[in-house]
């Protein structure tokens, strides 16, 4: 293969996965028109079409698609190959993008960060909070944060937190009209404080579990919300019941202005893990974020 022919190839790659010449050109520091000529020139020699031009999009054939799949692998190893040389210079260097939940980032990522951060100025960790399982390749990130169950088998998985826990909680102000719930059953007669999920677009079914029995309940009430610190004001306003991370609400049930009910049916669960495909090989940099994250328990 000749070396132009590798060019061709990236060229192509970042055009199948921005779904643009415009921002692929962007990207690769090119004009449209020349990475266009270019993606025609790579069609020509292989003769095959692998991608499907319209006035409004790009996307690729299935040959390109198989190219793209191809290929993706390659070049991240490449680039991963390429990234180690940092390791030849005296301090560890480069950009890390994580993807993370917002409990995640700011009660596991930020600890750690807050620490590492200050000793290697030449490290940049960009956070990208979200709620959904992103793709890692799709989004461009070398590795996420989620909890330990929700984890694809092919992924390294390194433990960065403590088992956690989930609770119900209201204010005294709600129970003053109310009584407390003695089982997951008797939610349905309660206000309930909703959170919708951003994956599927449903309202979240609380989950519970005792004595080896698991149980969903779907909950109603006369808010729904898409994050945890509105649910936590309500909650505290008295307008229902919520389920949140018990530390979350640790020091306001401390001092009395939340009551957790349902104890005994909220069991602790695999916490947080910073994952990344088995493949990628670590950078000094990456290698460091790691062993800073990494919980001994």
Same mark, same amino acid.
């Given at each position: 293969?000749?070396?132009?022919?590798?060019?061709?190839?990236?060229?192509?790659?970042?055009?199948?996965?921005?779904?643009?010449?415009?921002?692929?050109?962007?990207?690769?520091?090119?004009?449209?028109?020349?990475?266009?000529?270019?993606?025609?020139?790579?069609?020509?020699?292989?003769?095959?079409?692998?991608?499907?031009?319209?006035?409004r999009?790009?996307?690729?054939?299935?040959?390109?698609?198989?190219?793209? &799949? #191809?290929?993706?692998?390659?070049? !991240?190893?490449? *680039? %991963? =190959?390429?990234?180690?040389?940092?390791? +030849?210079?005296?301090?560890p260097s480069?950009?890390?993008?994580?993807?993370?939940?917002?409990?995640?980032?700011?009660?596991?990522?930020?600890?750690?960060?807050?620490?590492l951060?200050?000793?290697y100025?030449?490290?940049?960790?960009?956070? &990208? #909070?979200?709620?959904?399982?992103? !793709?890692?390749? *799709? %989004? =461009?990130?070398?590795?996420?944060?989620? +909890?330990?169950?929700?984890?694809?088998?092919?992924?390294?998985?390194?433990?960065?937190?403590?088992?956690?826990?989930?609770?119900?909680?209201?204010?005294?102000?709600?129970?003053?009209?109310?009584?407390?719930?003695?089982?997951?059953?008797?939610? #349905?007669?309660?206000?309930?404080?909703?959170?919708?999920?951003?994956?599927?677009?449903?309202?979240?079914?609380?989950?519970?579990?005792?004595?080896?029995?698991?149980?969903?309940?779907?909950?109603?009430?006369?808010?729904?919300?898409?994050?945890?610190?509105?649910?936590?004001?309500?909650?505290?306003?008295?307008?229902?019941?919520?389920?949140?991370?018990?530390?979350q609400?640790?020091?306001?049930?401390?001092?009395?202005?939340?009551?957790?009910?349902?104890?005994?049916?909220c069991?602790?669960?695999?916490?947080?893990?910073?994952?990344?495909?088995?493949?990628r090989?670590?950078?000094?940099?990456?290698?460091l974020?790691?062993?800073?994250?990494?919980?001994?328990?």
């Amino acid at each position: 293969m000749r070396r132009d022919e590798l060019g061709d190839l990236a060229a192509f790659l970042m055009v199948a996965e921005e779904r643009s010449f415009t921002r692929a050109a962007a990207r690769l520091g090119t004009s449209q028109s020349a990475l266009s000529h270019t993606v025609r020139r790579l069609e020509t020699r292989l003769g095959l079409r692998l991608l499907v031009r319209t006035t409004r999009s790009v996307a690729p054939t299935e040959a390109g698609e198989k190219l793209a &799949a #191809t290929l993706r692998p390659a070049f !991240d190893e490449i *680039e %991963g =190959r390429i990234e180690q040389l940092g390791e +030849l210079r005296d301090r560890p260097s480069g950009n890390i993008r994580i993807t993370a939940g917002e409990h995640s980032a700011r009660t596991v990522l930020w600890p750690a960060l807050a620490r590492l951060l200050p000793l290697y100025p030449d490290i940049c960790v960009e956070i &990208a #909070t979200d709620h959904r399982l992103v !793709d890692l390749a *799709e %989004g =461009r990130f070398d590795a996420g944060v989620r +909890l330990g169950e929700h984890l694809a088998g092919d992924m390294i998985a390194v433990p960065i937190g403590p088992d956690l826990r989930m609770v119900v909680v209201g204010s005294p102000a709600y129970f003053a009209t109310r009584p407390a719930p003695m089982t997951p059953h008797d939610l #349905t007669g309660h206000a309930c404080i909703n959170i919708r999920l951003p994956t599927l677009g449903n309202l979240y079914a609380w989950e519970f579990e005792k004595d080896g029995r698991a149980l969903n309940v779907r909950v109603e009430g006369p808010l729904i919300v898409n994050g945890s610190e509105l649910m936590l004001e309500a909650a505290l306003a008295g307008v229902g019941l919520t389920f949140v991370m018990e530390d979350q609400v640790e020091t306001m049930i401390a001092e009395g202005r939340l009551i957790p009910v349902l104890e005994d049916w909220c069991p602790t669960f695999a916490g947080y893990h910073l994952y990344y495909p088995s493949r990628r090989q670590p950078t000094p940099a990456f290698a460091l974020l790691v062993e800073a994250l990494r919980y001994r328990g």
